[in-house]
């Protein structure tokens, strides 16, 4: 199964108590919905809310998949159905093990949503379609069923969510662009806050420009003489329904901010969330004075919360090195006086994985003798790890936990039981610590290179372990992996 945002088919969400009795009961349906922005058919959930002088309510709302449960749940790890997105736009829908979960006739008698176990109930009372939790957005318009009188999606689907097919849950979700590439290069903006990862190929730039800890509407990456009038540059935004494009930049205001006639950017891909992010390939040709290899360029960044591009303060024109070997850097000149200093106590992180089993970002350096980490993924647990080793058993683990008062240590992980999962006597973990909340959950710490039963390696592959839970303390999870990952020396 692809993800896509790009087939609007919608489940919506809809309550009529004409055929639902009890507030937790669903009906699954298929009815026309011909208010939709692609006029397609349309999923829908049906589900009843009595109010307190016992009347009903009626309201439909589109409902969808959100990428980061899809990512492990495609993994194959056990996936429970934790619905990982923290936001409050966009909330899951629930029901319980009481409630009755059941299709109207216009569900064929052969559909696969028939399947016994594709429509279930998670441990966390939220329903589960094909595995996956649905949710709805907040920003689209209710109607009222049969007809779904005045019912409209959005139409604007942001990459990390996607809608459903009608025929089989994952038909209409196609691969929709090339997979994202490894970037041979990292540069570090504005203390951290902005990264922009690139491989300058012969005739190409692969980029990808991220916006940490930040959910955003738009993104701009482009380039130029040295400002913004004059340059060019690459544009994701919620309102261009997925689009990216390349922007000719003639003057400050809006007017001179405006689509090229001829849209050069290929493999676009605008993702906001947790850590919003704008990929691209474009030709070395891209703007009028050309991408030069090995010599300085300047790169302009820009990004609102505005689903749009508007007037932005965030924003700077940077002297970047395009350099055609593998080199992390983590400053650049920057032309504008923006505040970029960096204290003493800022860790710059010269390396980033994202892990494939997970929405893990880990970024990292070495030392002599030291590995110093930041683990970040989206949402809110109760307990989060990190490992050296093959498999669980035999690991050694940095854990943080609620339950310590969020102190991170150093676990032996002798077994698979709550007795074979212990923390040592003296700790090899420093500087670290741990934080969660709806937004994000991160974690810190710095282990020496010979860490417990493990020797974490430079330049070379090295066997890592994750997992998490949402209770305060380490107990039985399903939420775990295991991937090996190429570390990168900071030299």
């Known amino acids: 199964m692809k993800f896509s945002h790009e087939a609007l088919v919608c489940v919506c969400l809809s309550l009529n108590l004409a055929t639902v009795v009890s507030a937790c009961d669903v009906v699954f349906s298929i009815l026309s919905d011909t208010n939709n922005v692609v006029g397609t058919e349309a999923l829908i959930a049906t589900t009843g809310v009595v109010s307190d002088d016992g009347s009903g309510m009626q309201l439909s709302k589109c409902v969808y998949y959100y990428l980061p449960d899809f990512t492990v749940f495609e993994a194959g790890i056990g996936y429970d159905g934790f619905p990982t997105y923290a936001g409050t736009d966009r909330p899951n829908i629930d029901s319980g093990e009481s409630c009755n979960i059941t299709f109207d006739d216009t569900i064929a008698a052969d559909s696969p949503f028939r399947t016994a176990g594709f429509v279930t109930v998670s441990d966390y009372d939220n329903i589960l379609f094909g595995g996956l939790p649905l949710y709805f957005y907040d920003g689209d318009i209710g109607g009222v069923r049969p007809e779904l009188d005045g019912h409209k999606c959005v139409g604007v689907l942001p990459s990390t969510w996607a809608s459903l097919g009608v025929d089989a849950w994952g038909q209409t979700l196609p691969d929709y662009v090339t997979p994202e590439p490894d970037y041979q290069n990292m540069i570090v903006f504005a203390d951290g806050d902005v990264t922009f990862e690139y491989t300058l190929l012969n005739d190409t730039l692969q980029a990808k420009t991220t916006i940490v800890n930040q959910e955003c509407g738009w993104i701009g990456t482009g380039f130029g003489p040295g400002g913004m009038v004059g340059s060019s540059a690459v544009i994701g935004q919620n309102s261009a329904n997925g689009t990216v494009e390349e922007y000719l930049l003639t003057t400050k ?3 001179g901010v405006s ?16 850590n919003s992010t704008l990929r691209f390939e474009i030709p ?21 919360t505005s689903d749009f591009v508007s007037y932005h303060d ?11 070997t593998i080199v992390v850097v983590d400053n650049t000149t920057d032309v504008n006086d923006t505040d970029s200093t960096v204290t003493e106590d800022t860790v710059m992180y010269a390396n980033n994985y994202t892990f494939t089993s997970a929405p893990i970002i880990l970024e990292y350096n070495f030392t002599a003798d030291s590995f110093i980490a930041r683990a970040t993924l989206p949402g809110q647990v109760g307990w989060f790890g990190i490992g050296f080793g093959e498999e669980m058993v035999g690991s050694s683990a940095v854990i943080g936990q609620m339950s310590t008062d969020a102190e991170v240590q150093e676990f032996l992980l002798d077994g698979k039981n709550s007795a074979g999962v212990q923390p040592i006597a003296v700790s090899g973990v420093t500087n670290g610590s ?3 909340d709806l ?11 010979q860490f417990g039963r493990a020797n974490i390696t430079a330049n070379a592959t090295n066997a890592m372990i994750w997992a998490l839970g949402t209770s305060e303390f380490v107990s039985y999870h399903q939420a775990r992996g295991q991937e090996s990952v190429m570390l990168m020396s900071s030299e």
């Open 434 to 436: 741990f934080s969660t």
């Open 284 to 304: 070395v040709d891209f703007w009028e004075g050309g991408l030069l290899p090995d010599e300085d360029n300047f790169l302009i960044w820009a990004w609102g």
């Open 259 to 274: 689509p090229s006639l001829v849209n050069s950017v290929t493999n676009g891909v605008f993702t906001p969330g947790v």
């Open 439 to 449: 937004d994000a959950t991160v974690m810190e710490f710095t282990i020496p290179l």
């Open 314 to 324: 965030k924003r700077a024109v940077e002297t970047v090195f395009l350099n055609q």
């Open 253 to 255: 205001s809006a007017a």
